[in-house]
Each structure stands twice: as structure tokens, then as C-alpha cells.
């Protein structure tokens, strides 16, 4: 069975980290291009990060310098890693297949159940 599996979200402070890990099963991570992606209540889905094939990495200016994406295909993992968390982080994170092109990415067939991730103070 193909499938992602978010994990790591919670409830974390204005200027806290979290890192969120999305596992793969039935299928090579280290094969396909996978993005990060948030949606919020009443605000569109957006791309926070994306990692192709190739290890290329895009982040859009509202993710640069505070989140870092990385894959171990070891495990056949992909992860998020967030820092200096604002309010406006907060969503229901997941990851799927896309393209890293120009944003917005898409998102593919394949996608997690996503993760909540709660920025307050």
C-alpha cells in the first residue's frame, strides 16, 4: 500500500521549533520530488518547502531561513524542521508528491493525512 505518514505536530510557543516527519511506505521517497505544504482555516494551501529527486531544495520566502527539509532514504523519511515558529505557521501540515517548479507547487496523487501544528502563546 502506498502511503505517507505525518508525524510531530503539537502545540509550541511563538519562537519554538518543531520537526515534522512524513514516512513512506510501499514506494522509494528518495525517487520522487517531495513537498511540505500547510493549509490554515480560511487561507488558500501553500508550499513551505520541496525537495526533488535530485536534492534540490525551494522554500518560499515565507519559510527561508526558518525551515529545513531533509530526506533520510535510509528510512525513507522526509522531515521538516521548524524554527522560530510565528502564529502564522499554524496549519494542518502534510507532505506529498509534487514538482518542485514555481510555486504553487502542485500537490499530488499521493499525500499524507497531515499533522496539526498550533503556534500560540
Known amino acids: 500500500q502506498l502511503q505517507f505518514v505525518e508525524s510531530g505536530g503539537g502545540f509550541v510557543q511563538p519562537g519554538g521549533s518543531l520537526r515534522l516527519s512524513c514516512a513512506a511506505s510501499?514506494?522509494?521517497?528518495?525517487?520522487?520530488?517531495i513537498g511540505w505544504f500547510r493549509q490554515a482555516p480560511g487561507k488558500e494551501r501553500e508550499g513551505v518547502s520541496c525537495?526533488?529527486?535530485?536534492?534540490?531544495?525551494i522554500y518560499p520566502d515565507s519559510a527561508r531561513g526558518r525551515f529545513t527539509i531533509s530526506r533520510d532514504n535510509a528510512k525513507n523519511t522526509v522531515y521538516l524542521q521548524m524554527n522560530s515558529l510565528k502564529p502564522e505557521d499554524t496549519g494542518v501540515y502534510f507532505c506529498?508528491?509534487?514538482?518542485?517548479?514555481?510555486?504553487?507547487?502542485?500537490?499530488?496523487?499521493?499525500r499524507g493525512q497531515g499533522t496539526q501544528v498550533t503556534v500560540s502563546s
Open positions: 506529498a508528491t509534487t514538482k518542485c517548479t514555481e510555486l504553487p507547487w502542485p500537490v499530488g496523487t499521493l
Open positions: 510501499g514506494f522509494r521517497l528518495d525517487y520522487v520530488a
Open positions: 525537495i526533488s529527486r535530485d536534492n534540490d531544495i
